[in-house]
């Protein structure tokens, strides 16, 4: 019954932007911490960026080295949706993108992403 669909993916030239969306079902993401992952083939899973239920005292989000500065983890509460804004898109950042609940661990089924001129 939980369910979790990414989409927003696609071809976009370096130094541009996208926004990723996870759509949720069966929970409410507010309740639960969130997070997207990515992953080229051959390397392991990397957590991109996570961002704390609310009741998580500390309200935290979390970036990964290579994207700080460029990528904002925000949750739609209404809309039951996750979201990923990536700037400033580099080739580097090419990867199928994952939406997870970490409570559970569920995975959503990944949407690409590439970044080429």
Do not use: H
């Not at 932007?17 to 949720?24: D, E, G, P």
């Amino acid at each position: 019954q939980v369910q979790l669909v990414e989409s927003g993916g696609g071809l976009v030239q370096p130094g541009g932007s996208l926004r990723l969306s996870c759509a949720a079902s069966g929970f409410t993401v507010s309740d639960y911490a969130m997070s997207w992952y990515r992953q080229t083939p051959g390397k392991q899973r990397e957590l991109v960026a996570a961002i704390g239920s609310i009741l998580d005292p500390t309200k935290s989000t979390y970036y990964g080295d290579s994207v700080k500065g460029r990528f904002t983890i925000s949750r739609d509460n209404v809309n039951n949706m996750v979201y990923l804004q990536m700037n400033d898109l580099k080739p580097e950042d090419t990867a199928v993108y994952y939406c997870k609940r970490k409570i559970g661990e569920y995975w959503g089924q990944g949407t690409q992403v590439t970044v080429s001129s």
